[in-house]
């Protein structure tokens, strides 16, 4: 019981860092970015680089590789998004053709096999008569304080306010001198910096290879629908949903039927409530 | 309608004349260079890993001649883990590239889905990456149809089971003294076949099985699942992967120090920079090797070194092995057949008594690999202190004892 409620507070963490970035830049540019797994991946390959390759130390590779990601995600908006960014097609066209490259670039560069990426903890810790490793517990950590910081940057700062402005009309925002585009970089920024971060917080524990950036996609996008498109406390509370349905189905069932419970609940979702369980349109 | 037989009766000589010159005739099809067609998934080690020793192979052979006074050559294509892509790659190589032979693979879902399109083609293809029995079936329901394929290499799954049994048997159980064990196998066909037949030699040697579970190729996180075995009280996990993450599978059983200690056939863990790709959390692993740098045969260091010395590796992983044999037993059966033609070079293949870099190669009736001491085997390796591997089974081959790593006791 307490392997439950420890492994899937660290499962939940992990989607709720992927999957508040998607609903983020959702909720305030409309815009379903599926090259978002994309981020996640690169995070995971920059602290690779940075940390084995160029042997900088963890301590800097992981926060240089969450920069370096943000900093790839403010691109992607500026270059690919922006022209598109009136049609809802072109956007989803636009960033699973970015998706897909990013995977290929990969692929040619370090080739399929799976890549270590270094723990900042190595040691296991015990709670109970759990024993979990270091790593895992400073990504919940991690995570918990992050996504903390998030709400406050929301609601208690004049970024925050800009964000909130520009997710309930653009246009009014820009009137009242609320560079929206700006925004929109920001938040694309913002979005691929949290995926780039859980990812270097969980890839020393799970996998490194090029394809990783598809099924936290998947999660993060179900976890979306079931929370509620826009929402981040809708994504949140569906993380921590989707993150123990998992995990007590592994414990429980089997770990070969894991996979389903996502799948499982995004059809429940859009059969009995098609805007998920918080699903008002951009509400923060 | 009499123009247009006139036309007919003249395009038609004319198509002939045109036929003519795109097909080689048989006369000149045995006499330019013999062509190997290698299947095998590019983007792999195992699959780099086959196209250095076919290309090794076919270097030393044609160094001396070649075969009939014909050189050998290699033509690859990329077959990935897909079995759609793996289907083309057959039809390249058959249809378009014309191979005389063909020597790869690596999933048994892949060279299940290719049998149909190589046997159609009546093209001989020499396996050496898949295990599954069922790759060799066609052989026995219907020799006519199936006789074109061979497993060189490894053994098949039953084979394994039959090993790894042995292993529990002699290490697991005669010197560690466990009687607890659990399996977990990734879901593929290789493994469906494998796991039953394992648990039932653990069982019928006395041993508790006290877990049995498949896991999705895709598992990322193992934790829930060495939680059961742990809970379970299992003493020792057979572990049993080759598409799956073998690195992510140490790495979490040692971050958590789970309790008991891990071996089986895994498959990633046989590269020889496994240990430094996981930053040495493969220490106390103990897994199926296929070869190792011992004097298996009179062949196997000198080519474990010149393999080194070509691509630079620490060292090849099993498809090497097989990739290099299957070139060398083939060219010797064109040789006795004096001809490249099938049917004449199946009749010799079935004859084959080769020795190879890591044991002695017969195909039995099934033209599947002959298993077991003399022939070809497993070897269990632990990954012990520094990266160093040593062979803790069978004990011809020891070269060491099992090391239990500091968080396990006996």
């Keep these: ?284 | 309608m009499a123009a247009y037989r006139h036309v007919l009766s003249a395009l038609i000589p004319a198509l002939a004349l045109v036929a003519g010159a795109l097909l080689p005739s048989a006369a000149s099809a045995q006499t330019g260079p013999i062509r190997i067609g290698v299947p095998t998934p590019l983007q792999l080690q195992v699959g780099r890993d086959t196209i250095d020793a076919v290309d090794m192979a076919i270097r030393e052979i044609n160094a001396h001649g070649g075969v009939l006074g014909r050189k050998l050559e290699m033509v690859v294509a990329d077959e990935t883990e897909n079995p759609e892509t793996g289907i083309n790659a057959i039809k390249k190589l058959t249809a378009d590239e014309k191979v005389d032979v063909l020597i790869g693979g690596y999933t048994s879902g892949v060279t299940l889905a290719q049998i149909p399109h190589i046997q159609r083609a009546k093209t001989i293809y020499l396996g050496i990456g898949a295990a599954s029995p069922a790759v060799t079936r066609g052989v026995r329901t219907d020799y006519e149809n199936g006789k074109y394929i061979f497993r060189a290499f490894p053994l098949n799954s039953q084979h394994q089971a039959r090993a790894l049994a042995e292993f529990i048997n002699g290490v697991v159980k005669g010197e560690l003294g466990y009687s607890r064990v659990a399996i977990i196998g990734e879901n593929a066909k290789w493994v469906q076949d494998l796991v039953p037949l394992l648990r039932k030699g653990a069982t019928d040697l006395g041993m508790e099985v006290k877990l049995a579970e498949f896991f999705d190729t895709q598992t990322s996180d193992f934790s829930p699942l060495l939680s059961k075995v742990k809970d379970s009280g299992a003493q020792f996990l057979v572990v049993i992967l080759s598409h799956a993450s073998s690195d992510v599978f140490v790495k979490q059983w040692y971050d958590a120090r789970f309790p008991m200690l891990i071996g089986g056939i895994d498959v990633k863990s046989m590269d020889a920079d496994f240990y430094q790709r996981v930053d040495g959390k493969a220490q106390g692993e103990i897994a199926a090797n296929l070869g190792v740098r011992a004097p298996l045969t009179p062949k196997t260091i000198p080519f474990w070194d010149a393999f080194v010395k070509k691509t630079g590796r620490a060292g090849p992983v099993y498809s090497a092995f097989g990739a290099y044999s299957a070139v060398m037993l083939y060219a010797e059966a064109v040789g006795r057949a004096k001809t490249t033609a099938a049917e004449s070079v199946i009749k010799e293949l079935e004859k084959t008594d080769h020795v190879g870099v890591v044991g002695r190669l017969q195909f039995d009736e099934n033209h599947d690999i002959k298993a077991g001491p003399g022939f070809i085997n497993l070897f269990f390796a632990q990954w012990q202190d520094k990266g160093e591997r040593v062979v803790v089974w069978p004990k011809e081959q020891r070269t060491g004892k099992v090391v239990l790593p500091a968080w396990i006791k006996k």
């Design chain 1, 1 to 284: 019981m307490l392997e439950i409620l420890l492994y899937g507070a660290v499962t939940s963490a992990i989607y709720a860092l992927l999957a508040v970035g998607f609903t983020l830049i959702f909720g305030v540019a409309r815009i379903l970015n599926l090259a978002h797994g994309s981020f996640y991946a690169l995070g995971a390959y920059a602290t690779y680089v940075l940390s084995s390759t160029l042997h900088l130390p963890l301590a800097l590779a992981a926060p240089l590789a969450v920069l370096c990601v943000a900093g790839f995600g403010v691109l992607l908006e500026r270059v690919l998004v922006r022209p598109l960014r009136g049609s809802q097609i072109g956007v989803l066209m636009i960033t699973l053709a970015a998706s897909l490259v990013v995977e290929q670039v990969l692929l040619i560069t370090f080739g399929s096999e799976y890549r270590n990426v270094p723990s900042f903890i190595d040691g296991k810790v015990a709670i109970g008569h759990v024993d979990i490793g270091g790593q895992r517990l400073l990504t919940l950590g991690v995570a918990v304080v992050a996504l903390g910081a998030l709400l406050l940057l929301i609601h208690r700062t004049r970024f925050g306010a800009a964000i909130l402005a520009v997710s309930q009309d653009p246009e009014a925002a820009q009137y009242l001198g609320i560079p929206a585009d700006r925004v929109f970089a920001q938040v694309m920024g913002l979005s691929a910096g949290l995926a780039a971060l859980a990812a270097v917080l969980a890839a020393p524990f799970l996998t490194v290879q090029p394809g990783m950036g598809l099924l936290p996609m998947v999660k993060a996008f179900a976890i979306v629908i079931v929370g509620g498109l826009g929402s981040i406390p809708g994504s949140i509370l569906g993380a921590l949903l989707l993150g123990y349905s998992e995990t007590i189905v592994a414990y429980l069932v089997s770990t070969s039927w894991t996979e389903l419970v996502s799948l499982v609940a995004v059809l429940f979702t859009l059969v009995l409530r098609p805007a998920g369980l918080f699903g008002k349109r951009a509400a923060f």
